[in-house]
């Protein structure tokens, strides 16, 4: 199966609207208009209304970094779906570590976020990934199957055609350390194997899977190079156009 490859940028609590629309413009410039290559940015709630009209016309889609399950009502602070699909987002991030970590998500209340993901046409980012004490316990293999089977519970296998799973160690996300290529290959592959049986080799093989772990150009080549990393979903590296093009030049290599 040859999946596209996708790299995502994850912009967390960076960034003005000022310095989003500077930093896609570069990206734009850059890689807007390739298309070996899926590239998705994801900059804060606060700068969606200015990036978006930027993407227009080229193959840079827009994406959000959480969003709230339920369609409207008494929830301050919270963003809809439905919100989102009013600036032309794609693609939203849900599960990640941090929320999860920060915020006490867990995973029933990640399986709400990708049920209404996929009802509003967003495309969810589903994010798993054990922490350095699970790792360290041997427990890794267990908590992403448990996340992946709380996360996709009553996800049927036609709604997984847009989903991304991306696999996070919470020990290598802003540490600067990073899964070797192998430690990566290993769970990527644990995960298209469960997605095999949950679903069938047809699903299993199209869905993408992307790594969350400090990926950044100077090992790129050698994580994408493995069989089942399909793309990256990036933090730091995201933040600085010429580093986030890079990796994007990398996965065009690698494809």
């Known amino acids: ?9 994850n912009w967390k609590m960076n960034l003005t609207s000022d310095e989003a629309a500077e930093l896609v413009r570069e990206i734009v410039q850059n890689v807007g208009q390739q298309m070996d290559v899926e590239v998705v940015v994801c900059p804060p709630f606060t700068a969606l209304s200015r990036v978006a009209p930027l993407l227009e016309g080229g193959t840079v889609k827009l994406g959000a970094q959480n969003m709230h399950p339920a369609v409207s009502g008494a929830f301050t602070g919270e963003i809809s779906a439905e919100m989102l699909r009013s600036h032309f987002a794609s693609y939203v991030i849900l599960g990640h570590s941090e929320r ?6 867990t995973d029933t209340f990640v399986n709400e976020k990708v049920h209404a993901a996929i009802k509003n046409q967003l495309k969810p980012i589903l994010c798993v990934g054990e922490s350095l004490a699970e790792r360290e316990a041997g427990a890794t293999l267990g908590v992403i199957e448990r996340q992946l089977e709380g996360g996709l519970r009553d996800i049927d296998g036609e709604a997984t055609a847009g989903i991304v799973v991306a696999y996070e160690p919470v020990w290598a996300i802003g540490t600067g350390k990073v899964a070797t290529p192998e430690q990566a290959q290993k769970v990527h592959a644990f995960i298209r194997g469960w997605l095999e049986n949950r679903y069938d080799k047809s699903a299993s093989q199209k869905m993408r899977l992307l790594y969350g772990g400090s990926m950044k150009p100077s090992n790129a080549r050698e994580l994408l190079a493995q069989m089942d990393i399909d793309g990256g979903l990036i ?3 995201a933040l600085e156009a010429n580093s986030f093009v890079d990796l994007v030049t990398a996965a065009r290599e690698q494809g």
């Open 1 to 9: 199966m040859n999946r596209k490859y996708l790299i995502a940028g």
């Open 100 to 105: 999860r970590s920060l915020f006490g998500e």
């Open 235 to 237: 933090g730091g590296a």
